[in-house]
């Protein structure tokens, strides 16, 4: 297929050729439910945790359970959108769907502790796949000039990943068992790899020639990747900051990530290709915007239901619904923002907007204390959703407006890993300041809720409630402080036009017959 030549500097133009299918809302359905599977697996196995326990043992190794799940998602992702790129992604969003209903029937199964993490790193890898291969066939059947339109789907599903997660695992444990939390994997996926395989149409992407893999780069990015997780877990909770464990994990992740890139510069067909990069400034900028945004939502929606258990009292068992005014903030804001794009083609303000609603959300969410309304707490928590939805997407499609389509796939799963990493130090760095911040009220973290506090006095209960609340205050501040680094960076963003215009592909960019999976 032929491209049009770009100017020095400006993407590549040769996702020009994409043709909006007709059926598209059905057949980004079928994607979307796969994208849904792999989030909520993230989330749904929280609830699950104690009963899980309860029956197989293992307490001292519970947390790899996650996180190893999150450690081999993101070590996958850009393995997955790699071979997307070379193969055929169709194929290969297929093939990781598959892994996942595999290792989630060997989850369920699972007879010991040891097992179900083994089977969960399986899970893990598979669902790396699902998302990377999600967002790059988003990104090859829709030019980003249409993406707008349908960028309320993502924003539904990610929030109702967010939400369902905690509320589907009590569910399922609470009236099947804690194995049906895998087991209910296995019939949704398999409608959703029929529906991918009777409706999806991807134009072939195979690359001619002999093909090889970057097994060098995938080895140190794996490692390095891998390095930095288990710094940011262990950090400030099983290790403390200044250790030599954390000092030495920081080191060979800094050593594997310089030798990573060595190797990128040398490789004829790099994993995470160095180009996408240095091809326009949009692309390091929207990974800033995506990291940062990352540690934001990740950290509100872990430590905001902690809040409103302890300090105001709420329900631990509607503790995903407290988080309502965000999610809809962030649905309500993302398709705003993706219509208006769609129509004007102008972009560069969301992401402005977005930055600015994130420092002052959480420099307001900074503010709580143990007298802070539930009312003003949903206001607070809306404005920072309102910040997510209007940077979370808009700064993805700007990353796939920065790329030539041969690497959309590793854009997409590079926009993946860096909102996932963006998670785990903010969660890290969030687990490290509560843990200072109430370790003189008694718990250790993680049992800070109404429940946990319950058999402490009545003066012992309210200094904890007020350390709860102090730390509040310290991880909000400090997700402000933050904040200010995404807005420094969609300051610089250019607003570089988007390939594609509404409602059909440029008619000088007709795709030509390339065969379609």
Known sequence: MSSPSSAPGQPAATADAIEVPKNIRWVLLGIMLALLLSMLDGLIVGTAMPTVVADLGGLDHMSWVVTGYTLATACSTPVWGKLGDLFNRKTMFLASIVMFLIASVLCGLAPSMSWLIVFRILQGLGAGGMGAGAFALIGALLPPRERGRYQGMVAAVMAIGQLGGPLVGGFVTGHLGWRWAFYINVPVGLICIAWCWIMLRVPGNKRQGKVTLDWWGITFLTGAISAFIMTATWAGSTYAWGSWQIVSLAVVAVGLLAAFITTERRVAEPLMPLRIYSGHRNFPLSAVLLTVTGVALFGATLYLPLYQQVVQSASASNSGLLLLPMMIATLITSNIAGKVMTATGRYKIFPVLGSVFLVIGMGLL???????????????MAIV????????????????????????????????????????????VFASLFTGAVSAGGEAPGEGSSAGAGHLSAAARTDYIADVAHATHLIFLTGALIALTALAASLFIKEVP???????????????SAPAT
């Open 385 to 428: 959703g309102a910040g997510t939805g209007f940077t979370l997407q808009m700064s993805s499609t700007i990353a796939q407006n920065a790329v030539d389509l041969r690497d959309i796939g590793s854009a997409s799963a590079v926009t993946n890993l860096f909102r996932n990493l963006g998670g785990s130090l903010g969660i890290a």
């Open 498 to 512: 988007l390939r594609g215009k509404p409602g059909s592909a440029p008619a000088s960019a007709k795709p030509q």
């Open 366 to 380: 900074s503010t709580m204390g143990p007298d802070t309304s539930r009312f003003a707490t949903s206001a607070y």
